[in-house]
């Protein structure tokens, strides 16, 4: 199942919205997760199941969708949220990736 | 604190193999699944195999079926991935993450193993 993100590249200045989306080629119903990644680690877990925060997570991140449609919202933007976020579905087999949306704190 | 600790990089050779390791610390990986996930530069992260370790049964993406083996060791709760017949196009960073399943959300990862070919 092909997840395309859009849109590649999201600048956004500090305290702001930022609106990351994902579609599916198919339905992935509501196992839909996004991690972060920041240059140098390993993709971070932040949602789950659509819209269930992982551990640790502020309450800033939150998810939405459904079907094939998904939303990752930061609802007030600080500069450690500079990173590339991917969505992942894991409805159908092989779980695959979205390639990410580069978010850019101004 | 959960910690899935990876070997280093690694340097090979057009058509050898690699092997690369993924040690769990801080739970042990009774109830979890381990997973393989690449990251080639420019590219998608891309699931490659999975491995239930305390029955050391795995399933693998077809992209990989036959070029990639896991097995684990439940004695030091540690994973193993060999590739082989490498070529140019397996130069990326190989990340382990550890899921319910193959199909789940992955909560903790290695750190990453860059393999250069």
């Known amino acids: 199942v092909v997840m395309t993100q859009s849109p590649v590249i999201l600048s956004v200045s500090p305290g702001e919205r930022a609106i990351l989306s994902c579609r599916g080629g198919q339905r992935v119903n509501s196992k839909l997760a996004w991690y972060q990644q920041k240059p140098g680690q390993a993709p971070r877990l932040l949602i789950y199941d659509t819209s269930t925060r992982a551990t640790g997570v502020p309450a800033r991140f939150s998810g939405s969708g459904s079907g094939t449609e998904f939303t990752l919202t930061i609802s007030s933007l600080r500069s450690e949220d500079s990173a590339v976020y991917y969505c992942?579905?894991?409805?159908?087999?092989?779980?695959?990736f979205g390639q990410g949306t580069k978010v850019e704190v101004k | 604190q959960v910690q899935l600790v990876q070997s280093g990089a690694e340097v090979k050779k057009p058509g050898s193999s690699v092997r690369v390791s993924c040690r769990s610390s801080g739970d042990t990986l009774d109830t979890y699944t381990i997973s393989w996930v690449r990251q080639a530069p420019g590219q998608a992260l891309e699931w490659m195999a999975g491995?239930?370790?305390?029955?050391?049964?795995?399933n693998y993406a077809q992209n990989f079926q036959g070029r990639v083996a896991l097995s684990a060791d439940k004695s030091t709760s540690t994973v193993y991935m060999e590739l082989s017949s490498l070529t140019s196009d397996d130069t990326a960073l190989y990340f382990c993450a550890r899921g319910y399943s193959s199909q789940t959300q992955f909560d903790f990862w290695g750190q990453g193993t860059l393999v250069t070919v």
């Open positions: 491995i239930i370790p305390i029955f050391g049964t795995s």
């Open positions: 992942h579905q894991y409805n159908n087999w092989p779980s695959t």
